[in-house]
T-cell receptor, first 111, second 111 residues
């Protein structure tokens, strides 16, 4: 069963703590993306990677970091430098027809 | 900056009625336009795709139209059902895997 999996579904972060969101896909897609979704706003691009060992900053990369050591995996770390991290995070992989396949999302809350 | 604007922001309709959502974009160059459906707390799922040369595309009770000259698209929902309650997001693709997202229209179907 091909797809894209995000974990965890819910995540709580304390002030000053780094947390890592997992994103795994078995669709054999080269391109993977991380988006942030806030109420009433469109998805905003955090980071994207079009090939293993390479990634690019999106529109709101400050306070986030990523790695792409394997084609299947694109984890996102929310660092303590991100001042307003509470949001819904979506990971996507994109095929050659530019169709995006999304994970189920991770809701991050600062406590 | 490329933009995708959707209207209305939200709407409420009675079960069995029809509705139409609008999407205006300024993205250029243009590869294709997709409409996604996003249920609350889930990742978006693709409903329809249209390329530059296509004017209309249907997927069951969903019909999308595209006017590439005026850079406008619409999504028409026929005979709405309670399960149509969701956010509908217009996404425009450029040729290098770049996606531009609208803020979405939240549709609520009431019995």
């Amino acid at each position: 069963d091909g797809g894209i999996t995000q974990s965890p579904k819910y995540l709580f972060r304390k002030e000053g703590q780094n947390v890592t969101l997992s994103c795994e896909q078995n669709l054999n897609h080269d391109a993977m993306y991380w988006y942030r979704q806030d109420p009433g706003q469109g998805l905003r691009l955090i980071y994207y990677s079009q090939i293993v060992n390479d990634f690019q900053k999106g529109d709101i990369a400050e306070g986030y970091s990523v790695s792409r050591e394997k084609k299947e995996s694109f984890p996102l770390t929310v660092t303590s430098a991100q001042k307003n991290p509470t949001a819904f995070y979506l990971c996507a992989s994109i095929n050659r027809d530019t169709e995006a396949f999304f994970g189920q999302g991770t809701r991050l809350t600062v406590v | 900056k490329n933009q995708v604007e959707q209207s209305p922001q939200s709407l409420i309709i009675l079960e069995g009625k029809n509705c139409t959502l609008q999407c205006n974009y300024t993205v250029s160059p243009f590869s294709n336009l997709r409409w996604y459906k996003q249920d609350t707390g889930r990742g978006p799922v693709s409903l329809t795709i249209m390329t530059f040369s296509e004017n209309t595309k249907s997927n069951g009770r969903y019909t999308a139209t595209l006017d590439a000259d005026t850079k406008q698209s619409s999504l028409h929902i026929t005979a709405s059902q309670l399960s149509d309650s969701a956010s509908y997001i217009c996404v425009v693709s450029e040729y290098d895997y770049k996606l531009s997202f609208g803020a979405g229209t939240t549709v609520t179907v009431r019995a």
